[in-house]
């Protein structure tokens, strides 16, 4: 079964730069099959990580970012893959 976990943030004023560098700068304890990273406007973060885990699975997901650097607390989700269509 393939998990994607999501992690979405926004940026304190004028901070999305930096929030997007430390997003990119968090390393996992261990390495998912993928991760993916997006931007978007008002200053967003989304961080897409997939496992091959069942549903429940422990895994390893980003810390909230610094206090100065977001605008409110991350927002998670986790997700089961269905497969792809053509």
Do not use: C, N
Not at 13 to 29: S, V
Not at 62 to 73: F, G, I, Q, T, V
Request: no cysteine; proline share 13%.
């Amino acid at each position: 079964m393939t998990v994607a976990l999501m992690w979405e943030a926004k940026a304190a004023d004028g901070r999305g730069k930096d929030l997007l560098a430390w997003a990119r700068a968090q390393d996992l304890p261990r390495a998912p099959l993928r991760r993916e990273t997006f931007s978007a406007p008002e200053e967003r973060v989304l961080v897409i990580t997939w496992w091959d885990a069942p549903y429940a699975a422990d895994l390893p997901e980003l810390p909230p970012p610094p206090p100065d650097l977001a605008a409110r607390a991350p927002h998670r989700w986790r997700f089961e893959s269905l497969g792809t269509e053509d």
